[in-house]
């Protein structure tokens, strides 16, 4: 059987979004299409945003389909951010295997989580200092690090490719490109897994809380990260989401999974007999006998098919 993967970036970036991602999982594929929006580049070269309509992004879209729908058995679909939006619509195909949304932007603007990103490494510095675990203090201040990091290279992106190219016509089709999305969430039924940084500069929680209420999968997953934003796949901040991509696509859950100072949590929706079989894995900080420590909590339910996922 042939499997292929599509992969979707997001608004004003370029397919060099994955560069990063790419290499740790072209072997699980037979082969990669990288979707690349009209009138997008990848960084240095010279975009044509005339091209960027909301028409033209859906028809070269399905022109990508269906040409993976002719040269795979199956295939899964990642997108990020707007892409992510995007990646909806794709997974309504009915050879779409899996589906992964990282940060999708069908909701969005988030003000007021710049100071957030400070706010977070200062305490992650300062817990550090009172480990009881000499592991985790080192993760915790890598952590911290690695935030200040990342808000450095999300401004530098948002200033080298976003803030040049913002223009009424490029908002107004970004938003319109993703009211359309929005219309396709119910259709998508095959396995979903949704991600999210709690430090996301652009896209709220509700989006991904959204899709994991309103799509039709019998099989879905959200995974919530403590200390990543909306670069969330990029270099330096894209270990945690490369190993439970890897597991999920592997065909394992990934709550079966964790690790040293993660901070993150991961809610698993199976419907199994006609109910669902909800998992509830969180790994967060406490404060114990005056140190900081780590507990990781699992547990498991079984909800009506009827309830209202929460």
Request: proline share 3%; charged share 30%.
């Amino acid at each position: 059987m042939k499997i292929g993967l599509l992969l979707i970036h997001g608004f004003l970036t370029g397919t060099d979004d994955w560069d990063a991602m790419l290499p740790e999982l072209q072997s699980y594929y037979d082969g990669v299409e990288l979707f690349c929006q009209p009138g997008h580049v990848d960084d240095g070269k010279k975009p044509n945003y005339k091209e960027f309509r909301r028409d033209r992004c859906y028809e070269l879209l399905a022109q990508t389909v269906k040409e993976m729908e002719e040269k795979y058995d199956t295939f899964d679909v990642i997108g990020h951010s707007m892409g992510g939006g995007m990646a909806i619509v794709a997974s309504t195909s009915p050879k779409v295997r899996k589906a992964f949304f990282i940060a999708p932007a069908i909701f969005y603007l988030r003000p007021g989580v710049f100071s957030r990103k400070n706010l977070m490494a200062r305490k992650l510095a300062k817990k550090s200092e009172k480990c009881a675990d000499v592991l985790l203090a080192e993760k915790l201040k890598n952590s911290s690090d690695n935030i200040l990091r990342s808000f450095t290279a999300s401004f530098k992106l948002f200033r080298r490719r976003l803030f040049p190219h913002w223009s009424p016509h490029t908002l107004l089709t970004f938003a319109s490109i993703m009211k359309r999305a929005r219309k396709y969430v119910s259709k998508v039924t095959c396995p979903v897994t949704v991600f999210w940084g709690k430090l996301d500069e652009f896209v709220p929680r509700r989006a991904s809380n959204y899709l994991i209420k309103k799509v039709s999968s019998a099989d879905k997953t959200l995974i919530t990260y403590d200390n990543i934003g909306h670069g969330i796949l990029y270099k330096g901040n894209n270990t945690l989401l490369i190993r439970d991509l890897k597991q999920v696509i592997g065909g394992d859950d990934a709550c079966d999974v964790t690790g040293v100072g993660e901070m993150r949590t991961v809610k698993h929706y199976k419907m199994t007999d006609g109910a669902w079989k909800i998992t509830f894995l969180r790994s967060k900080l406490v404060k114990e006998n005056g140190k900081i420590i780590e507990k990781t909590t699992r547990t498991e339910k079984i909800e009506n098919k009827n309830q209202k996922i929460t």
